[in-house]
């Protein structure tokens, strides 16, 4: 996948693959440090002295070069900004070029995500008197009941899935203690956890500003996955779902599971700043140690303001540990957010995680470039915390034979809210995702909320087992003792019934 930094950057084309090396910004104690990353391998800068490394691609240089930043930067999650006593480097060998980047005084727009109010359904500075007096707001659950205690089933899952390597899983019974009390519809609904990122994207002041913003987005939506490996039921055809958030987070949705093979959801989300929809499916095979999910499908995100539209795809994830061990989820591979107003694009790439490498887990690194690819955000972080965005604020001549790129300092554009350690005690859903089968009124009857057995789960109810009404199940004793085996027999009556028209006896299954 191929960069092309344009003319300004003397035909530089930097390329981010699986293989290569990426740049990414780390903030520790009061010091810039600045790593490449790459799938199987990690460098960084961490010594107070002026350093550098290359990173090299054809026949042109860029290099990194730290400077000290005198502005300091207030964002959750993040110290007061960059004090380097030193000024530091650190480059990124791909092929024949340098890339550098210098973090410097931020004087940025951007700004952290959670500084938007948006109770009133438009876009406002928290400070606003617009907001909705709290009395208007509907109070939401916090938290759901502690789940079950299930006994440990003499088997795993790989008992179920061994004989399904290689095969599609979409449609393989999972037993019930290996999932969680929501539907994929409403599991669907947790990427918009996050949706005060897209309210600041409204506000940016350009649209690779915005892109930066509408790539955070994308990356919150897996935060969840890293504590929660939990399967959601799966929805029946013609099941609905619908969230309105409008009176607190300015926006609603509308899921529907509109085909069963292949299982396909069609998403709507709107708010009076954009609008979102997707059209979700995937494929899943068993590959001996872990499974495997393949998204398909595509999100669409429209701001109604500018008219930009941004496209992107949902990259692989894979879940570890199917054999022995606990389980654990993953997310690799590139995504390639477009604005196919301007032709600005984003690339992210998730870089796969080595278990026994704490410092090469959940790593997210990309880049933003303007329509003649010119490089002008850098964007680093993991799916499970935060994310940073620095903006390239000049392009220097060449330094040393190199050519530099000089930055803002990072500003944090997403950040995660954990959840309680209680949380453990329910499925390790986030407030949101308590929030997400709460009873309301006025709801379709074709609503995830009105199932039966999601609900009898929430609430650690038993599901009652099913007693056929025409069969009983008994040992045919015709053919006893050949035959020991137990039976659904034939009890009579169902042509009687039919006979007299009295089906009093049916269970209301449609």
């Known amino acids: ?115 938007v109010d948006v109770s009133n359904g438009t876009v406002a500075p928290a400070t606003s008197s617009s907001a909705i007096p709290a009395a208007k707001k509907r109070q939401r659950r916090t938290r759901i009941p502690d789940k079950p205690y299930l006994r440990i089933m003499p088997w795993n899952l790989w008992t179920i899935l061994k004989n399904y390597i290689g095969k599609e899983l979409t449609e393989i019974p999972i037993p019930f203690n290996f999932c969680e009390p929501l539907s994929m519809l409403q599991r669907l609904v947790e990427d918009y956890e996050y949706s005060e990122i897209l309210d600041k994207a409204a506000m940016a002041s350009d649209s690779c500003e915005q892109l930066a913003y509408v790539a955070a987005f994308t990356v919150s939506s897996y935060a969840t996955t890293s504590n929660r490996t939990a399967k959601p039921f799966n929805p029946l055809l013609g099941e609905t779902y619908e969230l309105d958030r409008t009176d607190d987070l300015g926006w609603k949705c509308i899921s529907e599971q509109v085909s069963h093979h292949p299982p396909v959801v069609a998403q709507h989300c709107e708010s009076k700043n954009w609008i979102c929809h997707q059209e979700f499916s995937m494929t899943s095979s068993f590959k001996g140690k872990y499974l495997q999910v393949k998204p398909l499908g595509m999100t669409h995100l429209t701001f109604l303001s500018s008219g930009n539209r941004y496209t992107w795809k949902k990259v692989t994830t894979n879940v570890n540990n199917i054999i022995l061990g606990k389980l654990w989820v993953d997310h690799h591979g ?33 880049a933003v470039m303007n329509a003649k690819r010119e490089l002008v955000w850098v964007l680093n972080g993991t799916w499970d915390n935060k994310m940073e965005a620095s903006k390239v604020a000049e392009k220097r001549s060449q330094v040393k034979g190199k050519q530099v790129l000089e930055t803002e300092a990072p500003v944090v554009v997403w950040q995660r809210r954990w959840p309680p350690l209680e949380a453990e005690k329910y499925y390790n859903f986030s407030e949101f995702a308590c929030q997400l089968n709460e009873l309301e009124e006025g709801v379709a009857p074709t609503d995830s909320r009105l199932r039966p057995d999601q609900r009898l789960m929430e609430e650690g109810l038993p599901v009652p087992q099913y007693e056929p009404i025409w069969f009983k199940k008994e040992m045919d004793t015709s053919m006893y003792p050949i035959d020991d085996s137990v039976y659904h027999l034939y009890k009579g009556k169902y042509w009687e019934c039919k006979e007299k028209q009295n089906w009093s006896v049916c269970p209301d299954i449609f």
């Open 1 to 115: 996948m191929q960069f092309d930094f344009g003319p300004s950057c003397a035909g530089l084309r930097g390329s981010f693959s699986k293989s290569r090396s990426c740049r990414s910004v780390h903030r520790i104690g009061k010091r810039l440090v600045i790593r490449g990353a790459s799938e199987g391998r990690g460098t960084g800068v961490e010594n107070e002295e002026e350093s550098s490394s290359d990173h090299e691609e054809g026949d042109a240089t860029i290099s990194v070069i730290p400077r000290r930043n005198k502005s300091p930067i207030a964002s959750e999650g993040r110290g007061t900004g960059v004090e380097n006593e030193e000024e530091s480097s650190s480059d990124y060998e791909e092929g024949d070029a340098t890339i550098s980047v210098i973090p410097r005084r931020n004087k940025s727009p951007i700004a952290a995500a959670e500084d």
């Open 334 to 366: 590139d995504m390639e957010i477009v604005n196919h107003k301007t032709g600005e694009k984003c690339v992210l790439q998730f870089i796969p995680s080595e278990p026994f490498s704490p410092s090469k887990q959940r790593k997210v690194t990309g």
